[in-house]
């Protein structure tokens, strides 16, 4: 049972680019969530979003950054016009419900680095 | 409120020691408190859970204490081991459909 797939691992881009993160949630997970990680600091929410719908964007920059969940595929997070302030390692977790006392799955994280 | 308090940032404990991590939170709804432990360029991993209405729980050598008066709780790794060493951050949700806040995280570094 493969756990929750994240990729690239890495991904550089320069300022002004985009960068689109990947996740795959754990099979018959249909929850997922995603939190950025500041070196030395600990992850911040972002956004929640269930099967086609968006839960709770409450930690997402109103401006720049979108995620989105299809029917069919991964969830993706998408940074538009990358900034230098955007360097940072993006979790993806997922989980088979949304029940407060349903544990988080994370995967190994996207390093994304803005030259 | 919707904060998560951990201390201290960073732990060195001799091999065979305890190590006690501890966690505040001012949100009474919160009715959920994982540990999640996460080794370098890993993603975190759910160490153990607690619910409100239990005192303590332990599973091996983890042992969390909760004091839901207090509004705090606490890990405690017995026996500590080199391969404990880890970054560990504590957590807490409520309701349903709701994120998780997770603490600042405490390094942990076990000598051998």
């Known amino acids: 049972n493969a756990g929750v797939m994240q990729n690239p691992r890495h991904l550089v881009r320069r300022r002004g680019q985009e960068a689109r993160l990947r996740c795959s949630p754990m099979?018959?997970?249909?929850?997922v969530y995603w939190y950025r990680q500041l070196p030395e600091e600990g992850l911040k929410f972002m956004v929640y979003?269930?099967?086609?719908?968006?839960?709770?964007e409450s930690g997402m920059p109103k401006e720049r950054f979108s995620a989105e969940f299809p029917k069919e595929g991964p969830s993706i997070l998408r940074i538009q016009q990358v900034v230098r302030g955007d360097s940072a390692a993006y979790f993806c977790a997922s989980s088979p419900s949304g029940r407060s006392n349903s544990p988080l799955h994370f995967g190994n994280g996207t390093r994304l680095t803005v030259t | 409120q919707q904060q998560v308090k951990q201390s201290p940032q960073s732990l060195i404990v001799q091999k065979g020691g305890i190590s006690i991590i501890n966690c505040a939170y001012e949100n009474t709804a919160f009715d959920y408190f994982p540990w999640y432990q996460q080794f370098p360029g890993k993603g975190p991993a759910l160490l153990i859970a607690?619910?409100?209405?239990?005192s303590e729980k332990k599973e091996g050598r983890f042992t969390i204490s909760f004091n839901k008066s207090a509004k705090q709780f606490s890990l405690h790794i017995m026996d500590s081991q080199p391969g404990d060493s880890a970054t560990y951050f504590c957590?807490?949700?409520?309701?349903?459909?709701?994120?998780?806040?997770f603490g600042p995280g405490t390094r942990l570094s076990v000598l051998p």
């Open positions: 607690i619910r409100p209405d239990v």
């Open positions: 979003l269930q099967k086609e719908n968006i839960i709770d």
């Open positions: 099979k018959g997970h249909s929850h």
């Open positions: 957590a807490a949700s409520k309701d349903y459909g709701q994120n998780f806040v």
